[in-house]
T-cell receptor, first 114, second 113 residues
Framework: EPEVTQTPSHQVTQMGQEVILRCVPI?????FYWYRQILGQKVEFLVS????????KSEIFDDQFSVERPDGSNFTLKIRSTKLEDSAMYFC????????????FGSGTRLTVV | DAKTTQPPSMDCAEGRAANLPCNHS???????VYWYRQIHSQGPQYIIH???NNETNEMASLIITEDRKSSTLILPHATLRDTAVYYC??????????????FGTGTRLQVTL
């Protein structure tokens, strides 16, 4: 069964450093997403991406965040200057239709900011 | 603004059916009901979705009441591997509100021997 692959599985970074979280969505999917989950809290939507541009973003997704699809397979989330409160599990997801069903999520990257 | 209400936790014996309720009394005409689950700290996993008819797939059945104000996810023969947090989500795929899944706190299902 096709999978969404995320790397690294765990990243530790110092406050103020830039991090890039990487995702390889399912190859024939057209819609891509990033979500995050702070330990013990809800899964929160960050951003959706379609046709090489952001289609929607949440209030969390401020100027410190950016997404990119640099080639035909990778989808990245960059945090420019990490804060302690950015510590969370970050999930990438992809979907063929963007209609709410059949989203495939990756296993996540646990980001720890120290 | 919560669009769905779910019990925080439920228990189910292995081999028995797990019936997980969801209240969505303010659901609008074009909004679908989606169910996802999250096993431990893994990424959420899609289970099933529906508009007004009952739906069944290899994982589960979804029963939506005639007035669409509530639904029940049924795992017919729960196993230990079904222990997870189950999320009921509503959204309209035609206006885009379904595109960004809005997760609530869900129901933590514990399947026991």
């Amino acid at each position: 069964e096709p999978e969404v692959t995320q790397t690294p599985s765990h990243q530790v970074t110092q406050m103020g450093q830039e991090v890039i979280l990487r995702c390889v969505p399912i190859s024939n999917h057209l819609y891509f997403y990033w979500y995050r989950q702070i330990l013990g809290q809800k899964v929160e939507f960050l951003v959706s991406f379609y046709n090489n541009e952001i289609s929607e973003k949440s209030e969390i997704f401020d100027d410190q965040f950016s997404v990119e699809r640099p080639d035909g397979s990778n989808f990245t989330l960059k945090i420019r200057s990490t804060k302690l409160e950015d510590s969370a599990m970050y999930f990438c997801a992809s979907s063929p239709t963007g209609t709410g069903d059949g989203y495939t999520f990756g296993s996540g990257t646990r980001l720890t900011v120290v | 603004d919560a669009k769905t209400t779910q019990p925080p936790s439920m228990d189910c014996a292995e081999g028995r059916a797990a019936n997980l309720p969801c209240n969505h009394s303010t659901i609008s005409g074009n909004e679908y009901v989606y169910w996802y689950r999250q096993i431990h700290s893994q990424g959420p996993q899609y289970i099933i979705h529906g508009l007004k008819n009952n739906e069944t797939n290899e994982m589960a059945s979804l029963i939506i009441t005639e007035d669409r104000k509530s639904s029940t996810l049924i795992l017919p023969h729960a196993t230990l591997r079904d222990t997870a947090v189950y999320y009921c989500i509503v959204g309209d795929p035609y206006t885009g509100t379904a595109s960004k899944l809005t997760f609530g706190t869900g129901t933590r299902l514990q399947v026991t021997l």
